[in-house]
């Protein structure tokens, strides 16, 4: 399935000192660290990782707890805050021989991400969000559209065991729906990726683990980043925010949002749904193309 998926690149496995990740990596030039969304895995990036290839060493891998990768100890109290599943890519990065990188991140993804450049500045020579400003500045916004819309980060926040007992009732149906809603309704999904999709979540340790991912975005999470903002910490790497159109029509507009986070903020919209990566190749491939010749991106070893 991989193969098909990314043909030319490499599946490998690395263990961290708290998870066995499960990766691939291909093409050659500076660094690029893909990191995929919530409820999906490393094959979100197959319309965008073999183009980004023909310029930059990808690697692309399955978050600690989803798809192929495993936490080692699931149940400490930090196994799936970002800070944690940030530091998995820090000893990812460093093991390839890479001493700094950028990262790409959609959805649960890019709350990974903007926690690496934060925890780890001097390794993240980039960053790119799509779709996410931090999770701070959401709960500072919640209303009654965004928890309707968003309700799974509710549902899924709730104690041990209430949502893994009701995702285990169906979790095909669950994950067919929510893969609907987050496109809006339309068919941008390539068969491979949704059954790739499927497989993971059918396993009770990936929904566990996504489980434990919105509960620390509730706790922990949110926690790190007001320290953050308290503090006046801010990621000193350029920032590209990719986003919906209808973003844009928020108060304050998201780029603004960023912009209190980071000095060197750019960013660009486009009509489509969440789901960047499958549905907007082309457009998430150009702008990343042209914003890491304008960092003028290097390559490290």
Avoid at 187 to 203: G, N, P, Q, S, T
Wanted: glycine share 6%; with cysteine.
């Amino acid at each position: 399935m991989v193969a098909d998926l990314f043909e030319g690149f490499r599946t490998e496995r690395l263990r961290t000192s708290g998870a066995d990740l499960c990766y691939v990596v291909g093409g050659s030039g500076p660094p690029v660290l893909l990191l995929h969304g919530y409820p999906q895995t490393r094959h979100a990036w197959h319309r965008i990782a073999p183009a980004l290839a023909k310029r930059f060493t990808i690697v692309a891998p399955d978050l600690r707890g989803y798809g192929e990768s495993v936490a080692l100890d699931p149940d400490a109290a930090d196994a799936y805050t970002k800070r944690t599943l940030a530091g998995d890519l820090a000893e990812l990065m460093q093991a390839l021989g890479f001493a700094s990188f950028a990262v790409v991140g959609h959805d649960r993804g890019a709350r990974v991400g903007y926690r690496l450049a934060l925890d780890h500045p001097e390794r993240v020579s980039a960053y790119a969000s799509l779709t996410v400003i931090p999770t701070v500045e959401i709960w500072d916004r919640v209303d009654r559209s965004f928890a309707y819309n968003a309700y799974h980060w509710f549902f899924l926040s709730q104690p041990f065991d209430l949502p893994e007992r009701l995702l285990a009732a169906d979790p095909d149906g669950f994950l067919s729906w929510t893969l609907r809603k987050m496109a809006d309704g339309r068919d941008i999904y390539d068969d491979r990726a949704l059954a790739a999709y499927h497989a993971a979540f059918r396993k009770p340790s990936v929904r566990h683990a996504m489980c434990e991912d919105y509960r620390a975005a509730m706790g922990a999470d949110a926690a790190a980043e007001e320290a953050d903002r308290a503090a006046g910490r801010r990621l000193s790497c350029p920032v590209l925010f990719l986003h919906q159109e209808k973003a844009a029509q928020a108060v304050p507009h998201p780029l603004d949002i960023w912009r209190s986070w980071a000095d060197d903020v750019r960013g660009a919209a486009i009509a489509a749904s969440h789901m960047l990566p499958e549905e907007a190749p082309d457009f998430v491939t150009r702008e990343l193309i042209s914003f890491f010749e304008a960092v003028d991106l290097k390559a490290t070893g």
